[in-house]
Each structure stands twice: as structure tokens, then as C-alpha cells.
């Protein structure tokens, strides 16, 4: 499975963005996507998570209420759309997916997509 992540960019405090994540290649692996990020300094981080049948989602503390993970089967891509960001949303975000299912550990996730960098100014 290749990954291309995109819709990274500079946005200010308060502002939205929606970043993408398409899958191609043996797609019918894909058991759930994920989305990670990993700020300046910081280990990598779980953000959400969504099952293939799109029934789970899992969210981190930190971004509840303000992302929503989504995913379109029909062109195996998933979504990020996030809302109300903050200067602590600053990172490369990846996407992910993962072969067993939804999950919030990045040890279950089998493909990682080159990651889209975020940056939130105050």
C-alpha cells in the first residue's frame, strides 16, 4: 500500500484545514487509517483514527471536538479536517493504515504515508 498525503500548509490560530491521504496499490490490506503527527522535538503522536467500515473512530484527547476523521472507500482516501487550530497543532502529520484495525498504537500500523507538514501561527 503507498500513501500520498496532502493539504498541509500555514494556517493561523482559529483556522481550518483539511488534509488528504490516498491509498493505491493492494488497498483491500487496509483494516483502518490513522493519522499521526510529530512536532519539533517530540515523539510522534496519535491524532485519529477510523475503521474501513467508517463505524469506529478514535480521537486523542487533545483534538477532540476540533478534527474529524472520514474516509471515502470509493477512492481509498481518508480525510483529516481539522478546525479551531492552535499553534500546539504544529507537526508533520502522517497518515497510516493498518492491516488488524483500528487502534491508537503506531505499532499496528503497517504503511505510512511521506507526512504534510502544518504549521498554526499565532
Known amino acids: 500500500v503507498q500513501l500520498q498525503a496532502s493539504g498541509g500548509g500555514l494556517v493561523q490560530h482559529w483556522g481550518s484545514l483539511r488534509l488528504s491521504c490516498a491509498a493505491s496499490?493492494?488497498?483491500?490490506?487496509?483494516?483502518?487509517w490513522g493519522w499521526f503527527r510529530q512536532a519539533p522535538g517530540k515523539e510522534r503522536e496519535f491524532v485519529a483514527a477510523l475503521s474501513w467500515g467508517g463505524v469506529s473512530t478514535y480521537y486523542s484527547d487533545s483534538v477532540k471536538g476540533r478534527f474529524t476523521i472520514s474516509r471515502d472507500n470509493a477512492i481509498n482516501t481518508v480525510y483529516l479536517q481539522m478546525n479551531s487550530l492552535k499553534p500546539d497543532d504544529t507537526a508533520v502529520y502522517y497518515c497510516?493504515?493498518?492491516?488488524?484495525?483500528?487502534?491508537?498504537?503506531?505499532?499496528?500500523?503497517?504503511?505510512w504515508g511521506q507526512g504534510t507538514q502544518i504549521t498554526v501561527s499565532s
Open positions: 497510516a493504515t493498518s492491516r488488524t484495525g483500528i487502534s491508537r498504537r503506531q505499532d499496528e500500523y503497517d504503511y
Open positions: 496499490g493492494r488497498t483491500f490490506y487496509i483494516n483502518a
